[in-house]
């Protein structure tokens, strides 16, 4: 079985993945956040920095592309491919307006001639192996079926699937019942994304979906950065030995940002970003998220956070 990390920006780009790896573990593969072009068609430098293999050192990572156009596809597999990666992870997912009325992202799906077409121009003009990550819909949930259909004879490598449509955004629930109808319908075997925030609804996922190996997690491996291993170790880790392991990635995480990011706000921001997670791994997480909040300088915060990390209550 493997348990990949979702893609999510602004929370694990290298530096994340890295003290992830290092400290907590449990985690396949790691897919990065996508990489785009700006509007005038330049790559912005912190896109290369992030699949830099220097930043990624013994990391399993897979770089995730956002395009819609087989050039620019090109564009990204030729650096891609250079850095040593085996496969390009295409998104076909983002369900925000400002991308998907480009006709980025989720914003394909409607199109499943135009997905077939950059696929049978990039397959013979790149080794790399693709793998699409894609929601059921963008408007509705049978959207996916006319594009499962259009590439069922590509060499696809591998199929995520999240279950909501892009209208849905993160609201509501992901659909399992549509993950297995997909499934039931689909050549390829598909991947799970969606939802997983606890051992137990893994393993209620896993008993559903009996043909799934590969399941993705994004949301719940912030919120509980031991999830992964937890689910392959089939128990839970002793709380000493997470709070251990947990302050020694929170520690590193924080120096990280420390260094590259000017200004203490912009500090205070970063790691208040992912406390909105973090404070779901504590019983008392609420509270605690809502006085870390109130702290206006970083060492207020480093006092705070250490506290709560060595002397709350985990949620078991
Ligand atoms: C803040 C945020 C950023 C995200 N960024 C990306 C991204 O760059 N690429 C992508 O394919 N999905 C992105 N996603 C979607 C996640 O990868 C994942 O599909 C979604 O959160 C559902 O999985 P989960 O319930 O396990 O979190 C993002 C989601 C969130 C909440």
Redesign the pocket.
């Known amino acids: 079985m493997v348990i990949s990390m ?6 694990t780009d290298a530096p994340f993945r890295n003290a992830f790896h290092r400290n907590i573990g449990g985690i396949d593969k790691f ?1 990065t ?2 990489l785009r072009l700006e509007n005038d068609g330049s790559l912005k430098s912190k896109y290369l920095k992030d699949i830099l293999p220097e930043n990624n050192s013994g990391i399993p990572v897979i770089p ?1 592309i ?1 395009i819609n156009n087989s050039k620019d596809f090109l564009f990204f597999a030729k650096i891609i491919a250079d850095n040593g990666y085996p496969e390009v992870n295409w ?1 076909l ?2 369900p925000y307006p400002m991308v998907s009325k480009r006709k980025l992202g989720s914003g394909l799906i409607p199109y499943p001639e135009e997905i077939k077409q950059i696929l049978e121009t990039v397959i013979p003009q790149t080794h790399l192996k693709i793998s699409l ?1 894609i929601r059921a819909g963008y408007q509705q949930a049978d959207e996916i079926f006319p594009v499962l259909e259009a590439i069922k004879t590509l060499p696809i490598h591998e199929i995520i699937l ?1 279950p909501r449509i892009a209208r849905q955004m ?1 609201k509501g629930t ?1 659909n399992h019942e549509i993950f297995i109808h997909t499934q039931q319908q689909s050549v390829f075997k598909l991947a799970y ?5 606890t051992t137990t609804n893994f393993k209620f996922l896993q008993t559903k979906l009996t043909e799934t190996n590969h399941f ?6 912030i919120a509980n950065p031991f999830l992964g291993i937890e689910i392959k170790n089939g128990f839970s880790m002793p709380e000493l030995e997470k709070r251990h392991l947990f302050y020694q990635f929170h520690q590193e995480l924080l120096l990280h940002y420390e260094k590259v990011l000017s200004g203490e706000s912009h500090q205070l921001n970063k790691m208040l970003g992912f406390w909105e997670y973090w404070s779901l791994l504590f019983s008392n997480g609420r509270k605690l998220y809502k006085t870390l909040k109130k702290s206006h300088k970083i060492n207020q915060y480093k006092r705070l956070s250490s506290g709560f990390i060595q002397n709350e209550a985990f949620i078991n």
Do not use: E, S, V
């Not at 979702?6 to 929370?11: N, R, S, T, V």
């Not at 994304?193 to 925030?197: A, P, R, S």
């Open positions: 979702a893609p999510l920006q602004g929370f897919y956040p996508f995730q956002l998104n997912g983002c990550k999240h993160y992901a994304n969606g939802d997983i925030t993705m997690i994004g949301r719940g491996l």
